[in-house]
């Protein structure tokens, strides 16, 4: 099947594969590691060790179905940890630069999703400082459901 | 005929206010231990505004009293300060009767 959830999580495993080499500042020091990579939403807040940045959240954020096919949105939003303001923003931008290449060189991810154009990408103009946050939107082509003849 | 004034006894209250055996206790301020109160660290989320929300981020605030004769220079709007080992964005600051309120906030994660 082709529908959205599935693509969701196929995206997850295909971006946990492009940023595994990573290595980002979290909010404790010497402590850097590749980014979480998560669908939806983060898990809730807790107290443990494990800090939320930086992360790659994938969401399923809206569809569209018309009589020649239905496109999903999904939003790839990308969270990087830096008290330096010159570093912070750009770990920000090389994952999502690397995302968006890594798609597009693709543009099918596990022989099924394909991806659209255009792309659009955002990095906020206010920051919640140490933290960056950039936001992909991408487009993609999910299954389209067809009218079965019914006897009634 | 010499006459002491409010000023005069809120001055010379700053003392008492500032002893360490009293209300004041050291913190760490920008690397130097200056005594301190420090006003209860409140979290809540970073804005009501959604455009504003981060995933992941929440804000922190705390406010802090000093005597202004322990700073060289006042802390100013969006001046980073580090407050016992954790760094702050300075919100707002005020200075009456020699001391210092300084609302600093943090983006946590």
């Given at each position: 099947m082709i529908t959205p959830v599935i693509l969701i999580d196929e995206l997850k495993t295909f971006i946990e594969e492009v940023v595994q080499n990573y290595r980002l500042e979290?909010?404790?020091?010497?402590?850097?590691?590749?980014?979480q990579v998560v669908t939806g939403y983060l898990p809730p807040k807790n107290s443990g060790p494990d800090p939320d940045f930086p992360f790659v959240i994938v969401r399923l954020a809206e569809g569209v179905d018309k009589e020649e096919g239905a496109t999903v949105t999904v939003k790839i939003i990308v969270g990087a940890y830096s008290e330096d303001s010159q570093q912070g923003w750009r770990d920000a931008a090389n994952m999502i630069q690397r995302i968006w290449q890594e798609l597009f060189k693709r543009r099918v991810i596990a022989r099924k999703f394909r991806v659209e154009y255009p792309m659009k990408f955002e990095i906020p103009e206010e920051q919640p400082y140490p933290h960056w946050i950039g936001v992909m939107t991408t487009v993609w082509t999910v299954a389209h459901p067809v009218m079965e003849e019914v006897d009634l | 005929m010499f006459m002491v004034t409010f000023k005069d006894f809120i001055t010379r209250d700053l003392?008492?206010?500032?002893?360490?055996?009293?209300?004041?206790e050291l913190h760490n301020i920008d690397g130097r231990e200056v005594p301190a109160i420090v006003d209860s660290d409140i979290l809540k989320i970073r804005s009501d505004n959604r455009y504003e929300r981060f995933d992941g981020v929440y804000k922190g605030e705390v406010t802090v009293y000093v005597r202004a004769s322990d700073f060289v220079n006042r802390p100013v709007f969006g001046q980073h300060l580090r407050l016992d080992g954790k760094l702050y964005l300075v919100v707002e600051c005020n200075e009456v009767s020699g001391v210092l309120e300084i609302v600093l906030g943090a983006n946590e994660s």
């Open positions: 979290t909010n404790q020091q010497n402590n850097v590691k590749p980014p | 003392v008492t206010f500032f002893n360490l055996n009293e209300f004041a």
